[in-house]
């Protein structure tokens, strides 16, 4: 299938996070996509350029106030002098305008940008830097590119893109995402025509940004198989079993889980997105379950992982994967070929009956 890319994802090089109040290393690195990138070009995979496209489908699915909060937030962080008076190059809040801090009033856009960055980000981890915006719209647009790739008729296309964005809801950013790219290419996909799409996430934390922005609408069933919040993991708020209801549905898994309780989650995905009677797919593509990442503790192995693609394939359904999770640079390239490998092998009938 085509791989879509965009040189640009390079201008965000963070080199620190701020977890309780510590820095502390990121390893949302541009060196992540780089090795995916060359593991798909050595087994053949034809590389295609992401093409430029206006805002219109970024600001139906996110709220202006955070798209133009990012697009300037580095420069005017830079104008007011913080980085020389305080140390801090990249931008960060420090305070959050929370339902118990406000009550009943409804949060005004303040002054000082670092008062401004708490009411469009939910966590500290996630920091501006000098090129953060130009990468994370530049992913944007390997998402729409893939997207128009499966408009035009084929049968699936991979975004390749960093900043990761599945985290990221209609209004606020976290988790190390900034924009919402598979949320994105759902939109594309639904302007071109698509009725019902199924949105289903397999990245080991849950999808909340999707879960957030389709909540209403129920033509985007939006389902996510996860390490479960409430053994202490990220999103940490939500992604609990009882929130299923409608159109959305999530699976969390024990910790430890490995390939066997994981598929069946997997499966509990596709199934739902027969039901739903989905016509296309988007899969936002994290490796991050992965026995050897230390950002989960689940224990998928590269079959698991490639089982899982050729179960998502067998939907017969037109698809956009675009990559969220994973941070081991040595397997996050095999991983996602074998996801990819996996899905192509399944048997295939056009008009989305699997064989």
């Known amino acids: ?50 093409e430029p496209h206006p805002d219109d489908t970024l600001l139906a699915v996110h709220d202006g106030g955070l798209v133009g909060f990012l697009r300037g937030a580095w420069e005017e962080w830079s104008r007011v002098g913080v ?8 931008v960060v809040g420090y305070i959050f305008p929370t339902p118990g801090f406000l009550g009943e009033q409804e949060a005004r856009v303040p002054a000082a940008p670092a008062a401004r960055t708490g009411m469009y980000a939910y966590d500290t981890m996630t ?8 990468a994370a719209r530049a992913a944007v647009d390997v998402a729409l590119t893939a997207a128009d790739l499966v408009l035009g008729g084929a049968r699936a296309a991979y975004a390749c893109c960093r900043p990761p964005g599945h985290h990221v809801t209609r209004s606020a950013f976290g988790g190390s995402c900034y924009l919402n790219n598979a949320a994105v290419a759902t939109q ?50 939500v992604g609990f079993a009882e929130e299923s209801d409608g159109a959305n549905l999530n699976v969390p898994l024990e910790s430890g889980s490995g390939d066997e309780p994981w598929l069946a989650g997997v499966d509990r995905l596709v199934a739902a997105a027969r039901e739903h009677g989905s016509e296309a797919l988007v899969v936002p593509l994290g490796v991050d379950a992965a026995a050897e990442d230390p950002n989960s503790p689940l224990e998928v192995t590269e079959a698991g992982f490639r089982e899982a693609g050729r179960r ?3 939907l017969g359904l037109p698809t956009v994967l675009v990559q969220e999770g994973g941070y081991v640079l040595e397997t996050i390239g095999v991983l996602v070929r ?12 056009p008009g989305g009956a699997a064989r």
């Open 1 to 50: 299938m085509p791989v879509v890319w965009t040189e640009s994802h390079r201008r965000h090089r963070p080199e620190r996070a701020v977890f309780v109040g510590v820095a502390v290393p990121t390893d949302e690195l541009p060196a992540r996509v780089e090795a995916i990138r060359s593991a798909l070009a050595d087994a053949g995979a034809a590389i295609v350029p992401a």
């Open 83 to 90: 980085p020389e008076d305080l140390g801090q190059r990249d």
């Open 127 to 134: 920091v501006v830097g000098e090129g953060t915006w130009e």
């Open 188 to 237: 594309r996909l639904r302007e071109g025509g698509v009725s019902r799409i199924a949105l289903l996430d397999i990245d080991a934390h849950h999808g909340n940004g999707a879960q957030v922005i389709f909540r209403d609408d129920e033509d985007v069933l939006t389902a996510s198989v996860h390490v479960d919040p409430a053994a202490g993991r990220f999103p940490h708020f």
């Open 312 to 314: 998502l394939g067998a």
């Open 338 to 349: 074998a996801v990819l490998e996996g899905f192509e092998s399944a048997a295939y009938q």
